[in-house]
């Protein structure tokens, strides 16, 4: 596989690659002086005054961009949560509240760390290691964990639930399992299968949520941002900043929607106030 190649494929399995995000790296994506405005537009749709968020998967990829970009908007209080709470402080996440997180643990204990939440955006993903146990943590994480983060969330009276999943996630609903995209990025553990009982089980809940199924994923600034419809894109990149930019705005609009949108970057993009519609 080319480096290229793997590069696409970690992107769409959302884990952490050796080129790490930190801070250095996220304010030349965000601008000086918090502005987003580099990242292509003000992106900003109606949502309620204020709001408690907790970013589960903080201190990865996503998940920290996530959690700075929330600590940017006013009257939000943002929790981070985190397996390794020492690391969230390193990765200078202090913007926010920082828990421990482990779906690893009980149902109740993760209800007890999500206490107070009306949002929570999960940005947890298996990291590819050992290619002999990545089946198992794909299960564990993408599919096992997620499911007990969700049930918690019931337990805790979260309301809304935002997913970071990928395109392809169900691509053997739409006759997409022979597709290149498919086959290579599954082939990671089985993670498209496992992410797709999170998925449905999420749907099945009863919370509102907003799937994010991203394309491959970029550690760069972004494009424009074009929202598809659920199960449409099977290939195409997106840059990470614009991954979260959406999940902000999903965990800052209604709790009341249940979408599944795909996103990837065009050069017409999708305006803002439509990215929910």
């Known amino acids: 596989m080319s480096s290229a190649l793997a590069a696409i494929v970690l992107g769409l399995l959302g884990a952490t690659s050796p080129s790490r995000l930190g801070r250095r790296e996220f304010a030349s994506i965000v601008g000086a002086g918090g502005s987003i405005a580099v990242l292509g537009g003000d992106a900003r749709v109606a949502h309620a005054a204020s709001k408690s968020v907790f970013v589960a998967g903080a201190t990865g990829q996503t998940g920290r961009l996530v959690t700075r970009l929330l600590c940017e908007r006013g009257g939000v209080a943002v929790v981070a949560g985190a397996r390794n709470e020492a690391k969230a402080r390193d990765l200078g996440l202090l913007c926010a509240s920082i828990k421990h997180l482990d779906v ?14 009306e949002c929570v955006v999960c940005a947890l993903g298996f990291v590819p290691g050992n290619p002999l146990k990545m089946g198992e943590a794909a299960h564990l994480v993408d599919n096992v964990g997620t499911c007990k983060l969700i049930d918690a969330c019931k337990m805790a009276n979260v309301q809304q639930f935002v997913l970071v999943s990928s395109i392809l ?3 053997r609903k739409w006759g997409q399992e022979n597709s290149p995209g498919f086959r290579i990025t599954n082939a990671f553990g089985g993670v498209l299968d496992e992410k797709l009982v999170a998925e449905d089980h999420l749907k099945a809940s009863g919370l509102g949520y907003v799937i994010v199924r991203p394309a491959g994923l970029r550690n760069d600034v972004g494009g424009e941002i074009t929202i598809s419809g659920e199960n449409t894109l099977n290939s195409g990149e997106v840059a990470r900043s614009n991954v979260a930019r959406v999940c902000v705005e999903a965990a800052l609009a209604s709790p009341a929607l249940k979408k599944v949108v795909e996103l990837v970057e065009t050069e017409k993009g999708t305006p803002s106030e439509q990215w929910f519609a």
């Open 104 to 117: 690893g643990e009980s149902i109740e204990a993760i209800a007890a760390s999500l206490a107070g939440a």
């Open 169 to 171: 996630t169900a691509g």
